[in-house]
């Protein structure tokens, strides 16, 4: 990989010679996974981090000296959190859409233990879909694009990222090191609403955290848990609305006293009859 400083180095020399840029949004295709918009190099020159500061992009490389270009190559890291059914899916893409609709390259990555509406494709619920990497782990990525193809991603969006246990050094290293918008979203909680995998360990790096909620199945109210409809006890049991639901608290309380008094009886159930077959 090109180290920092010979990255910067090029840098100064691209933006000593950039004229300004004028930025164009592209059609956004569903595939293929790295989506490759034209003014990839726009960010490289040093001239564009972010919608909003896209505007003084041309004036910041007249202003800009190599402080410039050494402040774009800091990268960003976004967290989206919530329960199950709050949308984070959808934020997520529709975040890295704008990303790729700036010019930007995005890569969207998910686990490959989800594989509910297939490998190739984050889903939401409503349907929306984008093409993504499904990976088991995140430090493939970097193998799996090659040196140049990861060169050139501006932004990655990485799905269901309860997931991945090597998140957090993933997170550093692509933003920290390589200047990489990290949108990670995922699960905070599980449905015993304990941390679920390393999402929360990634809050203290972030830029921007924002915790979704949903609708509660049962009342309206803002949700903000997952109930586990079923006696599974397993932490990572894929499923959808046939096994989870969205509750607020009042109701993730009375559900999970339903859930576990069926799951004593059920027990008992099971005990009885393998020692009525033992005798
Ligand atoms: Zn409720």
Known sequence: MRSICAMRSLLAAAAATAGPTVLRAGAFPPRPPLLSLPLRRVRAAGNMLGAARSASAAAQSRIGGEAEVRASLSGEIHVIVGPMFAGKTTALLRRVQAEAGNGRTVALIKSNKDNRYGLD?????????????????LSSFHDKLGVEAYDKVDVIGIDEAQFFDDLYDFCCKAADCDGKIIVVAGLDGDYKRKKFGSVLDVVPLADSVTKLTARCELCGCRAFFTLRKTQETKTKLIGGADVYMPVCRQHYMDGHIVVEATRIVLDIDRSTVTAQALK
Request: aromatic letters at 6%.
């Open 121 to 137: 494709s984050v889903v939401t619920h409503d349907g929306t879909k984008m093409a993504c990497w499904a990976l088991s782990d």
